[in-house]
Structures are given as C-alpha cells and as structure tokens.
C-alpha cells in the first residue's frame, strides 16, 4: 500500500462526563500546508489539537499518522515528528531562555549524555528564527507575554518535527510578532514542507495565512476546506452571529471588516 | 546573580561541607586538635597503626561524633535533594518533602511505636521507633496515591490536596495518642522536634544506603523535572509519561524523606529553604541544582546540629532551632521575590 503522509481522522469522537468534546470528526491533513482551526469559544478547537497530540485519546474513532494509528506511536517517536505549543504554561522558576528552548531537543537526547553540537545549532537556529537571540541569557520570568510566547514556539520549532500544533499562540502578541511568527511558519511550511495546524481567533490572520480552513461548531465539523472559497460573509454570520463585509485587499487578500456596535 | 561558572559552585560546596565536617568533629564537650583528629581518622580507615591516644578519646571521635555529624550532614542532604523533587513535579516554589504528609505519617509511625512501649507492650526489637516511622510515611504516600489515582495524570493539585486531607486526619490520629500518652507525652513530643542526638554507624549506615541511591535516582532524571515544571501538555509534547515518571520520582524522594525523618525526627525547613537558596545561586535547571542543593543540605543541617550541640547552653531540639532560624528567612526571601515580581 502507498503510504499516506499526515493525519487521517474518521468519526473521531471525545466525550468527558457526558458533555460532547467532539462529535464524529473525519478530515484528511496532507503535509506542507497550513491549516487553520476556527470556529467560536468552547467549539472544541483545544480538544481537537489535544486529540491530535495524543494528549488525549477519542472515545470512538480512528487517527492515522503518516499512516500510523497514534496510538501506536512510541512516546519519544511521536515527539520527534510532533511539536505542540499550548495555549497556556506554567512558568514559576527562572530558567535561562536557551535553556528552554534546549528543552525542545529533548526527545534526541540519551539520558547519560550531554546535548551535542547539532542540539546546540538547532537551538541557534530556532531563536534566530523567531528573533529571540538576543534574550538568550535572560530568565524566562522577567520577559513580556509576547517575548514568553516566541521563546515557546522557538522550543516548539527546536523539535524540528514534521508537524506543529499550535493553540491561540498568536493571541498574545502584538501585530508586528504576529506577523514575524506567520512569515516564519509559512517558510518552514514552503521551506521544509512541515504542516501546521493552527487554532486561531483572528479571523483576518486566518484569511492571510491559512490554506485550509478547519471550522468547528459546538464539536462538530461544520466545513472544510480551501480558505479562499470557504472563507464567506454567511459562513462568519453562522459561526459567530455576527455581521461582517470581507472585502479584498491588498494581493487580492480577504479582508474582514465588522462593527464593536451592535446593529 | 550568576556570575561564576556553575560547577565552580558546585566544587565549592563540595570543599566547605568537608571543611565543616572537620571542623564539627573537633568541637564538643573534650577539644581535638587537628592532629589527634586525623590520627583517629587514619587509625580508624586502617591507614596507620593504633596511635598514642586515649582510647576514650578515640571513642568519642569515632563512635559519637562522626556518626552523628554524618547523619545530620545525610539527613539535610537528602531532604534538599527531595525538596527540589517536590517543588519541581507539583509546580509549585513552596511546596516541599512534607507536602504529601510524609511527615505526619512517620510522627504519626513513630507515636504509635512510643504509645505501645510506654503501656508495657513489648515490640520486637527489630521493630524500632524509626522502623515504624518508616512504615507511617510509605503508608501515608500509599493512601495520598490512593486518594489522587483517578486523576488520569496525577496532576499537581490533587496531589496536594490528598496530601492535606490525609496529613490533617494523622494530626488528628497524634493528638489522640499524645492525649492517650498523658503524663508520658514527652518522649512523644521530643521525638517530633528532631534530634541528633545518640545517632550511631548502623543507623547513619543504613541512612546512606537510602539516601544516596535515591539521590542518583533523582539526578539522573533532572531533564525530566526540568521540562515538567513547565505543565503537562508541554512535557507530553516532548515524550514525557507524566504519570509514570511523577509517580517513579514522588515514590523515590517520599522514600528518601522518609528515610530521614524516620532516623532524626520531623525537621522543618530544610527541604523548603535550601533549594530556594541553592536556586538564586545555580539557577533552576536541575543538573547543578540537586548536587548543590544536596551539598547545601548537609552544610546547613551539620552547621544547625553544630550549633544546638556546642554553641547553644541546652541542647535545643533541632527542628525547633530550623524552623526558629529558617522561618524568618524564608519570609525575607519570599517577601524580597514578591517585591521584584510587583516591581519587574
């Protein structure tokens, strides 16, 4: 059989005491793409990136990676070909910035030897990358939310997985970062072809950046498919029950524009 | 304040807790030199014949004093080195060895033993007041185990509060005994507070044979902690079992805890203070942090012992003095870093 390359979902359900996570999800990720996940709160967009970490497992269902059930995946295997960054962190000890982002090698380290000179480049690499070299010798605890956020997604790309799975990363960053961070992503993406699967309120970050639109409505698939067609007043007005005008902006790019005033 | 290089930290450490050793094997009631010191010492490891020294003086060098310095030196050591355990694995900068209630199982352990002896009933003699602290605190780690199994990744909060349910209802269980106790209650009483005192090779011996393996265990697993303080989705991403490797580690540090309060007593603060210490110095990443941690322990402990031994006029108990001295510390400590947090 041809191997299939990335993630293949059927009828993948989750359910915690009795309230529905996800309901009968299927959808085919091929790689070198940037999906993203939309959809309103509680929608179950962080249960479906935990589902597709292996961080929790579906009740019903099944998930093939590159062909594989997840499940079957050893632990420090997955680890290599998967990075996630999650919405929250806990960070209550002073650790150095390149040491965070070393933890990121982890998986490739044996536990009796010290990292080598391909973990301390991939390091490198990642926090150039991400423009955090500059901090490398701060603590993590005196930084801004924003500097925090980028020094996890340095961690994240020192994985050098296939796949990344990121949670609402970009909600703590100011334009500038947001957009260094999705120039970066979609690099990667044409670069190395690695395959990104996005949560993401911004809508317009979402229409700038996403090939794919995976939209969820109180855990089930409502759509998916290609941002540019998706992508519509109607499907917005569903979603959120709010009115909005995409117009086309710069490069042809969707634009959506709403009011803070209720009509 | 990082300034030097970390294993320079450690080196030193290393080098004053020698230091220190030497020095608190010379002072007691009957002052050594160095000289009469490293001849017993020489005597003692079989590299010299039997010197020309009063053999009581050699008694009292080699069979009251170094046992006792050593166990004290052990006991800090590896409740530092649990302390780091703890705090890293319940993500949590206060939390520390007794937070699980291991403590209030081996005094709990440890009053039954006495409660039993003080009505006439005979133990056997393998089963020491020691030994059934031992058993109290692996108990107790058993039932918190129990209480947070259903917690599908053993997450930090549950364990805490297992531990402070099953801890409180011990409490409650040494209040009793203490009441049953009566005019007997200070045996009970001084065995809680700590003490060094009377600590011989075979227990100092048997100490060590904890103490170090769980140490090597612990440090051996200092990526692992490092990466978990960081919350659970993240060290899953990075291939950590949480479950398994939290449960592994609280088993080894609660043994080790164990261990040491079942041999000196409930002593407070150690566990709590020095990795606090040992961290603003080496940093958080645990593979300085837990030699140094260990190397402080027993440099705090030994100096503590020390002073209640010789410098003070009564013996104090040695867990009075930790928390009478470590108390007021860790508030200048924990005041100084929430005053940065609100400035930075």
């Given at each position: 059989?041809?191997?299939?390359?990335?993630?293949?979902?059927?009828?993948?359900?989750?359910?915690?005491?009795?309230?529905?996570?996800?309901?009968?999800?299927?959808?085919?990720?091929?790689?070198?793409?940037?999906?993203?996940?939309?959809?309103?709160?509680?929608?179950?967009?962080?249960?479906?990136?935990?589902?597709?970490?292996?961080?929790?497992?579906?009740?019903?269902?099944?998930?093939?990676?590159?062909?594989?059930?997840?499940?079957?995946?050893?632990?420090?295997?997955?680890?290599?070909?998967?990075?996630?960054?999650?919405?929250?962190?806990n960070?209550n000890?002073?650790?150095?910035?390149?040491?965070?982002?070393?933890?990121?090698?982890?998986?490739?380290?044996?536990?009796?030897?010290?990292?080598?000179?391909?973990?301390?480049?991939?390091?490198?690499?990642?926090?150039?990358?991400?423009?955090?070299?500059?901090?490398?010798?701060?603590?993590?605890?005196?930084?801004?939310?924003?500097?925090?956020?980028?020094?996890?997604?340095?961690?994240?790309?020192?994985?050098?997985?296939?796949?990344?799975?990121?949670?609402?990363?970009?909600?703590?960053?100011?334009?500038?970062?947001?957009?260094?961070?999705?120039?970066?992503?979609?690099?990667?993406?044409?670069?190395?072809?690695?395959?990104?699967?996005?949560?993401?309120?911004?809508?317009?970050?979402?229409?700038?950046?996403?090939?794919?639109?995976?939209?969820?409505?109180?855990?089930?698939?409502?759509?998916?498919?290609?941002?540019?067609?998706?992508?519509?007043?109607?499907?917005?007005?569903?979603?959120?029950?709010?009115?909005?005008?995409?117009?086309?902006?710069?490069?042809?790019?969707?634009?959506?524009?709403?009011?803070?005033?209720?009509? | 304040?990082?300034?030097?290089?970390?294993?320079?930290?450690?080196?030193?450490?290393?080098?004053?807790?020698?230091?220190?050793?030497?020095?608190?094997?010379?002072?007691?009631?009957?002052?050594?030199?160095?000289?009469?010191?490293?001849?017993?010492?020489?005597?003692?490891?079989?590299?010299?014949?039997?010197?020309?020294?009063?053999?009581?003086?050699?008694?009292?060098?080699?069979?009251?004093?170094?046992?006792?310095?050593?166990?004290?030196?052990?006991?800090?050591?590896?409740?530092?080195?649990?302390?780091?355990?703890f705090q890293s694995i319940l993500q949590n900068p206060l939390a520390d060895p007794y937070t699980l209630g291991i403590?209030s199982?081996?005094?709990?352990?440890?009053?039954?033993?006495?409660?039993?002896?003080?009505?006439?009933?005979?133990?056997?003699?393998?089963?020491?007041?020691?030994?059934?602290?031992?058993?109290?605190?692996?108990?107790?780690l058993?039932?918190v185990f129990?209480l947070a199994?259903?917690s599908?990744?053993f997450s930090s909060n549950t364990l805490i509060l297992s531990g402070i349910i099953i801890a409180s209802?011990?409490?409650?269980?040494?209040?009793?005994?203490?009441?049953?106790?009566?005019?007997?209650?200070?045996?009970?009483?001084?065995?809680?507070?700590?003490?060094?005192?009377?600590?011989?090779?075979?227990?100092?011996?048997?100490?060590?044979?904890?103490?170090?393996?769980?140490?090597?265990?612990?440090?051996?697993?200092?990526?692992?902690?490092?990466?978990?303080?960081?919350?659970?989705?993240?060290?899953?991403?990075?291939?950590?079992?949480?479950?398994?490797?939290r449960?592994?580690?609280l088993?080894?540090?609660s043994?080790?805890?164990?261990?040491?309060?079942?041999?000196?007593?409930?002593?407070?603060?150690?566990?709590?203070?020095?990795?606090?210490?040992?961290?603003?110095?080496?940093?958080?990443?645990?593979?300085?942090?837990?030699?140094?941690?260990?190397?402080?322990?027993?440099?705090?402990?030994?100096?503590?012992?020390?002073?209640?031994?010789?410098?003070?006029?009564?013996?104090?108990?040695?867990?009075?003095?930790?928390?009478?001295?470590?108390?007021?510390?860790?508030?200048?400590?924990?005041?100084?870093?929430?005053?940065?947090?609100?400035?930075?």
């Amino acid at each position: 059989m041809e191997t299939v390359k990335g993630y293949s979902l059927s009828q993948v359900s989750y359910s915690y005491d009795q309230i529905t996570g996800i309901d009968e999800v299927s959808v085919s990720l091929v790689p070198g793409k940037f999906y993203g996940l939309i959809g309103p709160n509680g929608s179950g967009k962080s249960t479906f990136l935990d589902i597709l970490s292996g961080y929790i497992v579906p009740n019903h269902g099944t998930i093939l990676l590159n062909n594989v059930p997840l499940q079957s995946y050893d632990r420090n295997e997955l680890s290599q070909i998967l990075a996630v960054v999650p919405q929250f962190f806990n960070q209550n000890f002073q650790y150095l910035v390149s040491d965070v982002v070393l933890m990121g090698r982890y998986p490739y380290l044996s536990r009796f030897s010290p990292p080598a000179k391909s973990d301390f480049e991939a390091v490198d690499q990642a926090m150039e990358m991400l423009g955090i070299s500059h901090l490398r010798s701060r603590s993590i605890t005196e930084l801004s939310g924003g500097e925090r956020q980028r020094v996890m997604i340095a961690k994240a790309l020192a994985q050098s997985g296939d796949f990344i799975l990121l949670d609402e990363v970009t909600s703590n960053l100011d334009i500038n970062h947001t957009i260094s961070i999705v120039t970066v992503l979609s690099k990667l993406i044409r670069d190395k072809g690695i395959t990104v699967v996005a949560a993401v309120h911004d809508l317009n970050l979402a229409a700038a950046c996403c090939d794919e639109l995976i939209v969820l409505k109180n855990g089930t698939l409502k759509n998916f498919g290609p941002t540019s067609t998706l992508l519509s007043e109607r499907l917005i007005s569903e979603l959120y029950g709010v009115d909005v005008a995409i117009i086309s902006g710069n490069q042809s790019q969707k634009q959506i524009i709403y009011n803070y005033v209720r009509s | 304040m990082r300034t030097a290089p970390r294993p320079l930290y450690l080196i030193l450490s290393v080098l004053v807790l020698i230091i220190i050793i030497l020095w608190a094997a010379r002072l007691g009631h009957i002052e050594t030199s160095f000289a009469e010191l490293f001849t017993i010492l020489l005597y003692k490891t079989g590299f010299s014949s039997s010197p020309d020294l009063q053999s009581k003086l050699i008694f009292v060098i080699w069979e009251i004093r170094l046992p006792r310095i050593v166990c004290a030196a052990v006991v800090g050591g590896g409740l530092a080195v649990a302390g780091c355990v703890f705090q890293s694995i319940l993500q949590n900068p206060l939390a520390d060895p007794y937070t699980l209630g291991i403590s209030s199982g081996a005094a709990f352990g440890a009053s039954s033993a006495i409660l039993l002896q003080l009505v006439g009933f005979t133990l056997p003699i393998i089963i020491s007041t020691s030994m059934c602290a031992f058993l109290g605190s692996l108990l107790t780690l058993y039932a918190v185990f129990l209480l947070a199994a259903p917690s599908r990744r053993f997450s930090s909060n549950t364990l805490i509060l297992s531990g402070i349910i099953i801890a409180s209802i011990l409490s409650a269980g040494i209040s009793f005994i203490k009441f049953l106790a009566d005019e007997n209650v200070n045996t009970i009483i001084f065995w809680i507070m700590g003490s060094f005192i009377g600590k011989n090779w075979q227990e100092t011996i048997l100490l060590l044979f904890i103490v170090l393996p769980s140490t090597i265990i612990i440090y051996v697993h200092a990526r692992e902690l490092d990466i978990m303080t960081f919350g659970e989705r993240s060290s899953e991403a990075l291939g950590i079992d949480n479950k398994v490797i939290r449960q592994r580690l609280l088993i080894v540090s609660s043994l080790c805890t164990a261990a040491c309060v079942s041999v000196s007593g409930i002593i407070g603060f150690v566990g709590l203070i020095v990795p606090h210490l040992a961290r603003m110095v080496v940093g958080p990443s645990n593979n300085f942090l837990i030699p140094f941690s260990f190397f402080c322990g027993c440099i705090l402990l030994l100096c503590a012992d020390t002073a209640t031994r010789f410098i003070l006029p009564t013996e104090l108990p040695i867990g009075v003095l930790t928390a009478l001295i470590g108390g007021p510390v860790f508030c200048v400590i924990f005041r100084r870093t929430q005053l940065d947090k609100w400035r930075g």
